[in-house]
């Protein structure tokens, strides 16, 4: 010993140069104590002290003495770690070759004793032949062995080590490990123990790497694409044993971990220490996983993982999580429409967990993508196959399955958007209304060939998704939230033949217009006496607000106008518009717009008493219905006695003579009206001079009261349809009544103060525009800018023409909008809409 | 003081190089990795091999399965790991995962049936794309002791397997025909490369089954 001691510590200080001798000659050392094995004075006292500790019958156990021993002498000389380790190991693997097993229990124990009392900077030294022995027991078939190895690697990865190690490899660990979580053996309760195991060791093997930078990155796909398919394993394999026998025998069992609970702890614990470039690799296995086992018709399991990555990952990479599975819809989308549905409801459940943090920077892509798969999903409906004629008629499309896949998006939208702040809400407002085609208008734009159906199909999703994204739309400020560009085409399609869409296009404004959530208030169209029952929630009507009703009032008040006069006007529909006047006088209401609306209500009921307009008896009576209601809620929202007195008086009238010109008549499943609707006159109904007289007592614009309500018509009515020939005098009459008297009467004070009030807002304007159209021109193509250029050349000509071609089809773009002759209509030339987004306009 | 450490350094390494040796039980570790459609008997082959056993009824395979085998070739030792993996498409992304590290992959397919067969070329795809292109590939055909229903003829094969340049074997794992042939031709083949790796790359490289040995060098250069 002494000899072997004194060549050491040469061995240890010599050059290295001698290096290559010196290892001879330890060499034949060894060999000669290997010869000499048997007489144990000779063994080094490492050797001796190791042999010690096993006991004569394997029965006995660790001889724990001696185990002292030897971890005294491990500690006091830590340099001799290493050859205890490596002759633990060698003991080790003949054992186990001998199916010696009890001894490589003992062994096994000893090593991790050892382990534990080392010290972090010695444990290096030690670790190889620790490893190597883990290895050695999982490479065994007997589960016992495999376990045993197991947890004392669990062990070992529990320590943690402040010295970085160069060369260690995981490689087989991982793969191992992994394939101990499909095990497959006969024993239901050894098969368990031994996945239990496996998903211990991955555990461990994570934990050992994750914060090393030195080893292999556990991160790279190779070793993720083992892990997290094993882990989804067993947590979805649990899943389907558990909801099969919930047995009281299981209960009782249940205070021992679950391998499903021991597997979502793991999975969380992974996922927790992801970084963000790790992301991506750790949730593609989950996709592909999830895929391969066709778990996303199935949903829940589905839902379940990814509620398990929303809340384990680091909140401020949740938008990577969320680009992933947009990303894989993507991919996808030629799938049938249940794997769609599923990733979007996926998508849906993981955008409410994310919140604020769900979209990321890229707000418009997400958006798009949702869109995007919306649209095909309609031309998925209507053609009844997938564009892609490689895969030939293996797939049916189930129309119902399509619409579930909608609602699901649609709803999707909405989760999104209500993560959003304001401002980029109606950012996303404008962008989801400049992809909603209008017929003939945007012929490029709508789909290729699903036709008019096609076409209204897509608008009614849209105009759906608008719905979802302006619920609960909040703003201060409803001139900025809402732009011309926005409100416009908006109320467009206000004024289509389309009850649907005329109804989605009511609830929208409603839900902008909302902001104190009084519309739910209004939902039945009803006469009540006292309105503080409502408890309706006022605030003082803000500079802006005034600024809106100025700028857009009159639109409002026009489109309400028309939607009652549409003849295929539902009850919903007469709903919505009651509502909406009633929040237009709880939001936004001035003394200006009191009158106003009071002269809309008025006007109403001229509309539905006159006889020009062929309008059947139940829109009649629901017009008259709508006014009542709706002065009603004014009279008393004004507090002006006599004005009270006066609609009560006429609605007590209604109630005993004529019951079906009020709500409640009208507005029921199955209302009794009269055949026809002559005689309504006199007292039943709202007399104009008789309110002009009592408000303008309590300081009212009476002059204003006084003139009956006229709709101006613009432009923009004409691109929602009217094709018959009679338009051309309607429109002819449009001119006349416009430079008529009610026109020139706007032009007078009430312009001026406008124009002054309005000229700071005008001038922003202004500038917003040239921007946009130095924009247009610095980035667009050339053949946009020369194709521009070309077009204003002709503008005169194509003016010309589109006047002459009004009655045939409606002119091509509100761009070139030619309106007779009003420069205002001009200067919004091009809607902002069309500029921001136009790569993405197009499909 | 530095020059001290490094010494240190690599006299501890060279420590465990000498150890590891003396105390690693083999001369080489393979690793192999069996693939094919479901049913072809790539289980049965496995067990046949390291366990001598026909399991009658074996079951589908769950995800991967792992054995481990050590034979002796000319006098070396040489330890086959074994991964078995699961043919059934919905494992088909946690069994890529396996192909990459694999030193030779053994592609089966079933003689008696046709469909097994034609998704060789599927299969010959995944490994083009997961599997380290050094990779040895050998096309097994199993089940000859159903001769009487063979649907694929051992000439179509061969031809198959040559112009793919793959070796060719028919195998039972039933009766053991050829099962014991199969994987020490493998170890051969895999141990021949090895050693002309060896011979090519100076001992630069490491080559299957002895990258630990080599690894504990380098490190010693890094320090």
């Known amino acids: 010993i002494i000899i072997f001691k004194l060549l050491f510590i040469v061995y240890r200080n010599f050059p290295f140069k001698f290096f290559d001798t010196l290892s001879h000659v330890r060499k034949r050392n060894m060999s000669f104590f290997g010869v000499c094995g048997c007489c144990g004075a000779l063994r080094p006292r490492y050797k001796r002290l190791v042999d010690n500790i096993f006991p004569e019958d394997p029965e006995d156990g660790l001889v724990k003495a001696n185990m002292e021993k030897l971890t005294f002498y491990a500690l006091s000389a830590p340099e001799k770690l290493d050859r205890i380790g490596a002759y633990l190991s060698?003991?080790?693997?003949?054992?186990?070759?001998?199916?010696?097993?009890?001894?490589?229990?003992?062994?096994?124990?000893?090593?991790?004793?050892?382990?534990?009392?080392?010290?972090?900077?010695?444990?290096?030294?030690?670790?190889?032949?620790?490893?190597?022995?883990?290895?050695?027991?999982?490479?065994?078939?007997?589960?016992?062995?495999?376990?045993?190895?197991?947890?004392?690697?669990?062990?070992?990865?529990?320590?943690?080590?402040?010295?970085?190690?160069?060369?260690?490899?995981?490689?087989?660990?991982?793969?191992?490990?992994?394939?101990?979580?499909?095990?497959?053996?006969?024993?239901?309760?050894?098969?368990?123990?031994?996945?239990?195991?496996?998903?211990?060791?991955?555990?461990?093997?994570?934990?050992?790497?994750?914060?090393?930078?030195?080893?292999?990155?556990?991160?790279?796909?190779?070793?993720?694409?083992?892990?997290?398919?094993?882990?989804?394993?067993?947590?979805?394999?649990?899943?389907?044993?558990?909801?099969?026998s919930p047995s009281p025998l299981q209960a009782t069992e249940?205070?021992?971990?679950?391998?499903?609970?021991?597997?979502?702890?793991?999975?969380?614990?992974?996922?927790?220490?992801?970084?963000?470039?790790?992301?991506?690799?750790?949730?593609?296995?989950?996709?592909?996983?999830?895929?391969?086992?066709s778990l996303w018709e199935g949903k829940t399991f589905a839902v379940r993982c990814f509620k398990i990555i929303m809340y384990s990952i680091q909140s401020q990479h949740s938008h990577l999580v969320i680009q992933q599975l947009l990303g894989h819809l993507d991919a996808n989308s030629k799938n049938s429409a249940t794997v769609r549905a599923g990733i979007v409801e996926v998508l849906l459940e993981a955008a409410a967990i994310a919140a604020s943090g769900s979209v990321g920077p890229t707000v418009l892509e997400v958006f798009n993508t949702l869109l995007r798969q919306l649209r095909l999903s309609v031309d998925y409906e209507l053609t009844g196959c997938?564009?892609?004629?490689?895969?030939?008629?293996?797939?049916?499309?189930?129309?119902?399955?399509?619409?579930?896949?909608?609602?699901?998006?649609?709803?999707?939208?909405?989760?999104?958007?209500?993560?959003?702040?304001?401002?980029?809400?109606?950012?996303?407002?404008?962008?989801?209304?400049?992809?909603?085609?209008?017929?003939?208008?945007?012929?490029?734009?709508?789909?290729?060939?699903?036709?008019?159906?096609?076409?209204?199909?897509?608008?009614?999703?849209?105009?759906?998704?608008?719905?979802?994204?302006?619920?609960g739309f909040d703003t201060t400020n409803m001139l900025t939230a809402l732009p011309t560009s926005f409100l416009e085409p908006l109320l467009s399609f206000s004024l289509t033949e389309d009850p649907e869409i005329r109804l989605l296009v009511l609830q929208i404004l409603l839900s902008l217009i909302d902001r104190h959530d009084n519309a739910p208030k209004f939902l039945n169209v009803s006469i009540i006496s006292d309105i503080s029952v409502l408890k309706l929630k006022v605030d003082k009507c803000s500079r802006q607000d005034n600024l809106f009703m100025k700028k857009h009032g009159q639109q409002l008040y026009r489109h309400i106008y028309l939607g009652c006069k549409e003849e295929s006007s539902g009850q919903q529909h007469y709903e919505a518009l009651f509502a909406l006047l009633g929040l237009l006088s709880m939001?936004?209401?001035?003394?200006?717009?009191?009158?106003?609306?009071?002269?809309?209500?008025?006007?109403?009921?001229?509309?539905?008493?006159?006889t020009d307009e062929a309008l059947p008896v139940f829109n009649r009576c629901a017009i008259h219905a709508v006014a009542a209601a709706y002065l009603n809620l004014i009279c008393q929202l004004t507090t002006v006695p006599a004005f009270c007195q006066h609609i009560h008086e006429v609605i007590e009238l209604r109630q005993k003579e004529t019951p079906y010109l009020l709500p409640e008549d009208v507005f029921i499943e199955n209302p009794k009206l009269p055949s026809s609707l002559e005689k309504v006159e006199g007292e039943v109904l709202f007399l104009q001079s008789k309110i002009t007289e009592v408000l303008g007592g309590s300081g009212y614009n009476t002059d204003r009261l006084a003139t009956p309500y006229v709709p101006q018509y613009t432009d923009e009515d004409r691109l929602s349809k009217r094709k018959s020939i009679g338009e051309t005098i309607s429109l002819q009459g449009e001119v006349e009544s416009r430079n008529s008297p009610e026109k020139e009467e706007e032009i007078t004070?009430?312009?001026?103060?406008?124009?002054?009030?309005?000229?700071?807002?005008?001038?922003?304007?202004?500038?917003?525009?040239?921007?946009?159209?130095?924009?247009?021109?610095?980035?667009?193509?050339?053949?946009?800018?020369?194709?521009?250029?070309?077009?204003?050349?002709?503008?005169?000509?194509?003016?010309?023409?589109?006047?002459?071609?009004?009655?045939?089809?409606?002119?091509?773009?509100?761009?070139?909008?030619?309106?007779?002759?009003?420069?205002?209509?001009?200067s919004r030339s091009v809607p902002i809409y069309e500029m921001k987004f136009p790569d993405l306009c197009v499909y | 003081m530095l020059s001290f450490k490094v010494m240190y350094c690599q006299c501890i390494c060279l420590c465990i190089l000498q150890f590891s040796m003396s105390m690693e039980d083999y001369d080489y570790l393979f690793k192999i990795v069996l693939i094919g459609n479901a049913g072809v008997g790539k289980t049965c082959l496995v067990r046949r091999f390291t366990q001598g056993l026909f399991p009658p009824g074996q079951g589908a395979t769950i995800g991967v399965d792992f054995m481990i085998k050590t034979v002796e070739i000319k006098g070396e030792k040489v330890k086959l790991q074994i991964w078995d993996t699961a043919g059934q498409e919905r494992f088909?992304?946690?069994?890529?995962?396996?192909?990459?590290?694999?030193?030779?992959?053994?592609?089966?397919?079933?003689?008696?049936?046709?469909?097994?067969?034609?998704?060789?070329?599927?299969?010959?795809?995944?490994?083009?794309?997961?599997?380290?292109?050094?990779?040895?590939?050998?096309?097994?055909?199993?089940?000859?002791?159903?001769?009487?229903?063979?649907?694929?003829?051992?000439?179509?094969?061969?031809?198959?397997?040559?112009?793919?340049?793959?070796?060719?074997?028919?195998?039972?794992?039933?009766?053991?025909?050829?099962?014991?042939?199969?994987?020490?031709?493998?170890?051969?083949?895999?141990?021949?490369?090895?050693?002309?790796?060896?011979?090519?790359?100076?001992?630069?490289?490491?080559?299957?089954?002895?990258?630990?040995?080599?690894?504990?060098?380098?490190?010693?250069?890094?320090?």
């Open chain 1, 587 to 610: 939001e936004l209401a001035n003394e200006e717009v009191v009158v106003d609306l009071i002269r809309l209500a008025l006007a109403l009921q001229d509309l539905a008493l006159s």
């Open chain 1, 254 to 293: 249940k205070e021992k971990e679950s391998p499903v609970e021991l597997t979502e702890r793991c999975f969380r614990e992974l996922l927790g220490r992801a970084a963000y470039g790790n992301i991506k690799n750790a949730v593609t296995p989950v996709l592909m996983h999830l895929d391969n086992h």
């Open chain 1, 90 to 244: 060698e003991r080790l693997s003949r054992d186990v070759a001998r199916h010696r097993y009890g001894y490589v229990c003992i062994a096994m124990e000893a090593l991790d004793q050892l382990l534990m009392a080392c010290h972090c900077q010695s444990i290096n030294l030690f670790v190889e032949s620790f490893l190597k022995m883990v290895r050695k027991l999982l490479e065994s078939d007997k589960p016992s062995l495999q376990i045993l190895g197991t947890n004392s690697f669990v062990k070992f990865a529990n320590i943690e080590e402040d010295t970085p190690s160069y060369h260690r490899s995981y490689d087989f660990f991982v793969s191992r490990f992994s394939e101990m979580c499909h095990s497959s053996y006969e024993d239901p309760d050894i098969r368990t123990k031994i996945r239990m195991a496996g998903i211990k060791g991955l555990q461990g093997v994570v934990r050992k790497t994750v914060n090393d930078e030195l080893q292999a990155n556990i991160w790279d796909p190779q070793h993720m694409d083992k892990i997290v398919p094993s882990l989804l394993f067993n947590l979805q394999s649990g899943e389907r044993t558990e909801s099969r």
């Open chain 1, 749 to 826: 004070f009430e312009t001026l103060k406008n124009a002054i009030v309005d000229s700071v807002g005008m001038e922003e304007q202004e500038r917003e525009r040239r921007r946009q159209v130095v924009e247009k021109f610095q980035k667009a193509p050339f053949e946009e800018i020369a194709a521009h250029c070309g077009a204003r050349a002709t503008l005169l000509q194509s003016k010309l023409n589109q006047i002459f071609e009004i009655t045939i089809r409606p002119p091509p773009s509100p761009s070139g909008t030619i309106s007779s002759g009003y420069g205002q209509t001009q």
């Open chain 1, 386 to 471: 997938y564009d892609g004629s490689t895969n030939i008629g293996t797939k049916i499309i189930k129309a119902h399955e399509e619409r579930q896949l909608q609602e699901a998006v649609i709803r999707t939208i909405g989760s999104f958007a209500n993560t959003l702040p304001t401002y980029q809400r109606s950012e996303v407002m404008l962008f989801i209304m400049g992809k909603i085609p209008v017929p003939g208008v945007h012929p490029a734009l709508s789909s290729k060939d699903s036709g008019p159906e096609g076409t209204r199909m897509i608008q009614v999703m849209l105009l759906k998704s608008l719905v979802q994204v302006t619920a």
């Open chain 2, 92 to 223: 088909r992304s946690i069994t890529q995962s396996y192909y990459r590290s694999a030193n030779a992959l053994i592609l089966t397919y079933d003689i008696t049936c046709e469909d097994s067969f034609r998704c060789l070329p599927e299969w010959l795809r995944e490994i083009e794309q997961y599997a380290n292109n050094q990779v040895v590939t050998i096309l097994v055909g199993n089940k000859i002791d159903l001769a009487e229903k063979r649907e694929v003829v051992r000439q179509r094969a061969e031809d198959f397997a040559q112009s793919q340049s793959m070796l060719y074997l028919e195998t039972s794992a039933k009766e053991s025909d050829n099962v014991e042939k199969l994987f020490l031709d493998l170890a051969c083949e895999l141990i021949r490369e090895a050693k002309q790796n060896k011979l090519d790359n100076n001992d630069t490289a490491p080559m299957p089954g002895e990258g630990k040995a080599i690894s504990y060098l380098s490190c010693c250069s890094v320090v």
